[in-house]
Every structure is written in C-alpha cells, then in structure tokens.
C-alpha cells in the first residue's frame, strides 16, 4: 500500500519548452505532496509543498513561475517545468506522506528531465 | 534552522559485518524518524520509521531512537553487496510538517 506513481520516469525536451510531470497517489489520499529535485550524489532539496485546493508553498529560491505547481484533486500534484533550460536538467521525485501502519513519506520514481 | 546532519561517507564494511549509520538532529521537538535506501538514479524506499526512545527491529535492520542525545541510528546486520547504497535519515517535528532528509551516508559492502 500508499504507492506513488510518477510518470513520466525520463524525458529529453528541447530549450524554451515545457515539461509536465505526474504523480498520483494510487491508494490513499495525497492532501500535501512535495517536490524534489536531487543533483547527481547530492540530497534531496525540497522545491515546494503541494497542498490540495490550494496554492503550492515554495522553499527560498526556488521559481514559483518556473515551477508551477498544481494539486487539482486529493489524488493528483503535477509539476510542470516551463521554458525549461539545460540547467533545469536533474532527478524530480514527488512524495507523499500516509499515515496507515507505520507511516512515513513514500517516493515516486522519479523524473529524469534532460534538456537539450 | 532544523538540521539533520550525516556522514556522507563513504563508509565500507565486509560482506557479512554489521553496518552503522548515524544521524543527529537539532529539533528537540521531533517525533518521527526514518531511514530510507536510496539505489543510484532510484527513488528512496524507506526502510524504518522509529517514534519513541529505544529500539525497533525489522529483519536484519534495527533503528536506534535517543531523543535525549537527539541521536538516530541504523544497525544493518550481515550486510550484503546488495546493502551499497545510500542511506537517508529523515526528522519530521510532528503532525503535518515537512520532513528534513540528512545528506545520505553511503554504504560500500565489499564483497
């Protein structure tokens, strides 16, 4: 149980497009979904907090223009890149925190976005 | 600011020795804990979660809770070449806040 699915795992897009990525929490209800992206052997850094019905939190730094956020329903947190740039390149995982058992934060599979 | 600090390693053991990770955090007011694994190019799966001072054992891993010294750690047992990775420790203040992850120690079980 409390599975996240992200799609899509990889993509390669052009610069000056746009990209968006998916999650869904498959069986349980997702309120808050947050966003990461990891460098290569680097930790995770948190870009923002989806908040279902409301507008997205974003951490010091981070483009809420560039990285829009959009938590439409208690199942479902999309993140889309705009005018993406090779520096936009990296490893975005959402995650979700469920409460069921023991509890904890469960991962999507991550998104590895290149831009070329 | 909340930190949670780690070794990032690497930290090499023998195939079949036991393997330790720390992790100390600066919120005293912390609840929650968690170890995670996390594969090259992979997303973390969690391992454990730990709530109360002791500790909890789960097959070969055990997490060691010391909210006094704010002190966290993961024993894994007989460790295997499949073990190398890197291990997150994650500190969450309680009810709904966000979760901080450690840097991540990475384990090399030489074979």
């Known amino acids: 149980g409390a599975v996240v699915s992200q799609h899509p795992s990889r ?3 052009k610069s000056g497009t746009s990209v968006k990525i998916e999650c869904r929490s498959l069986d349980f209800q997702a309120t808050t979904m947050f966003w990461y992206r990891q460098f290569p052997k680097k930790s995770l850094m948190l870009m923002a ?12 730094g981070v483009e809420k223009d ?24 990296s490893f975005y995982i959402c ?11 469960t991962f999507g599979s991550g998104t590895r976005l290149t831009v070329v | 600011q909340k930190e949670v600090e780690q070794n990032s390693g690497p930290l ?43 500790d909890k054992e789960d097959g070969r891993f055990t ?15 007989d460790s295997q070449p499949s073990d190398s990775a890197t291990y997150l420790c994650a ?10 992850f450690g840097i991540g120690t990475k384990l090399q079980v030489i074979p």
């Open chain 1, 66 to 89: 560039k990285f829009l956020i959009n938590h439409a329903s208690l199942t479902l947190s999309t993140l889309t890149v705009t005018s993406a740039h090779p520096e936009d390149s």
């Open chain 2, 63 to 77: 997490a060691q809770l010391n909210k006094a010294s704010q002190y966290v750690s993961l024993l894994i047992r």
């Open chain 2, 91 to 100: 500190v969450e203040p309680g009810g709904y806040q966000k979760v901080t």
């Open chain 2, 12 to 54: 090499s053991v023998p195939e079949g020795a036991i393997a330790s990770l720390n992790c100390t955090y600066s919120d005293r007011g912390s609840q929650s804990f968690f170890w995670y694994r996390q594969y090259s190019g992979k997303s973390p799966e969690l391992i454990m979660s730990i709530y109360s001072n002791g």
């Open chain 1, 95 to 105: 995650s979700a925190r469920y409460h069921r058992g023991e509890g904890g934060y």
């Open chain 1, 11 to 13: 993509v390669i897009c």
């Open chain 1, 49 to 60: 907090t989806s908040n279902e019905g409301s507008k997205a939190t974003y951490e010091q």
